[in-house]
């Protein structure tokens, strides 16, 4: 099962295909003022994944905050968070943002000599609620070639249908490989909404152009948990959550953190016969190099294992 906290009767019978749980933990929006849950200190952040890891996630998407709150690039914020998750969730996927928004263009980039597995790539511009997210071709060249040198596989943010276009001149120069992961973002005001008919146009670009590609989606505010299920209609890689994308339960509710978001995430992979994936499942999947797991027996995600085998039976 995805938590010691979650019924049993959640996990989908015979365990169902895996799928990976992304958890964006805190984004460059919200503030503790929107929820107080809101993780932005390095200590905040890695128990707020430890957390997030033993509901199930295994994949964890990071942006960093100075004092204020305010959005940061310091390498030494990155290397805390990604010390901190890799001693207390083993095998964790740490994907660090290279994403703009109140980021100097010049320094969005400077952690990835850390080597994260993994960083997103946003590989064009797109409107946001009140400013233009810009990532010009330069950019994004430089971004390619710095995870390229340090072996940082991208995630490809894709907020425009161009973007996916943008992703394949960057496999094309030989920046990447021929199986980038590709997240396909909707509900962002100004930029791509929350319309599954979209998803389908997204998904049957995708194919036509990166077929090789694996895939997820994330819904933002109220829609997290209908794009979630759409994408798993459409047997996703993965699907993402966290309260980067959306700090609500319900319109009257607050989450109390990322693990609750996480523990819906599980319950909507159960209902769709899905399972979550290990860490090592997980960078199978994703291409990613391997990471040594705790020993059989031992952690919440051997536990989780070990339901799934016992129902299958």
């Known amino acids: 099962m995805c938590s010691s906290i979650v019924s049993p009767d959640i996990v989908p019978p015979h365990g169902g295909a895996p799928c990976v749980i992304a958890v964006a933990i805190t984004g460059s929006v919200p503030r503790k003022s929107d929820n107080p849950t809101l993780p932005v200190t390095p200590s905040e952040q890695i128990e707020s994944t430890h957390q997030a890891f033993e509901a199930g996630a295994t994949l964890v998407h990071i942006h960093v905050r100075n004092a204020d709150e305010t959005p940061s690039s310091d390498p030494a914020l990155f290397a805390a968070v990604q010390e901190g998750v890799q001693r207390h969730c083993p095998g964790m996927i740490v994907q660090f943002s290279t994403g703009g928004r109140g980021r100097d263009p010049s320094q969005r980039g400077s952690a990835l000599y850390l080597r994260p597995d993994m960083a997103s790539l946003s590989t064009g511009s797109v409107n946001f609620p009140t400013i233009v997210y810009e990532n010009g071709a330069a950019l994004v060249t430089s971004l390619a070639s710095s995870m390229k040198t340090y072996d940082v596989a991208p995630e490809i943010e894709i907020f425009d249908l161009s973007h996916i276009h943008g992703a394949r001149?960057?496999?094309?120069?030989?920046?990447?490989?021929?199986?980038?992961?590709?997240?396909?973002?909707?509900?962002?005001?100004?930029?791509?909404?929350?319309?599954?008919?979209?998803?389908?146009?997204?998904?049957?670009?995708?194919?036509?152009?990166?077929?090789?590609?694996?895939?997820?989606?994330?819904?933002?505010?109220?829609?997290?948990?209908?794009?979630?299920?759409?994408?798993?209609?459409?047997?996703?890689?993965?699907?993402r959550t966290g309260l980067e994308d959306n700090i609500r339960i319900t319109r009257d509710r607050l989450a109390r953190g990322n693990a609750e978001l996480v523990q819906i995430a599980c319950e909507r992979l159960a209902a769709a016969g899905r399972a979550p994936a290990t860490p090592a499942q997980a960078r199978q999947m994703l291409g990613l190099r391997p990471v040594a797991e705790p020993a059989a027996g031992t952690g919440q995600h051997a536990m989780q294992q070990e339901a799934v085998s016992e129902i299958g039976r």
């Open 169 to 239: 001149r960057l496999i094309d120069a030989g920046l990447m490989g021929p199986r980038p992961h590709v997240q396909f973002v909707l509900g962002v005001k100004n930029a791509m909404p929350a319309d599954e008919h979209l998803l389908d146009i997204l998904l049957a670009e995708k194919q036509r152009i990166l077929p090789d590609a694996t895939w997820t989606a994330a819904g933002i505010g109220q829609f997290q948990t209908p794009v979630m299920d759409w994408a798993l209609a459409r047997k996703a890689d993965a699907v």
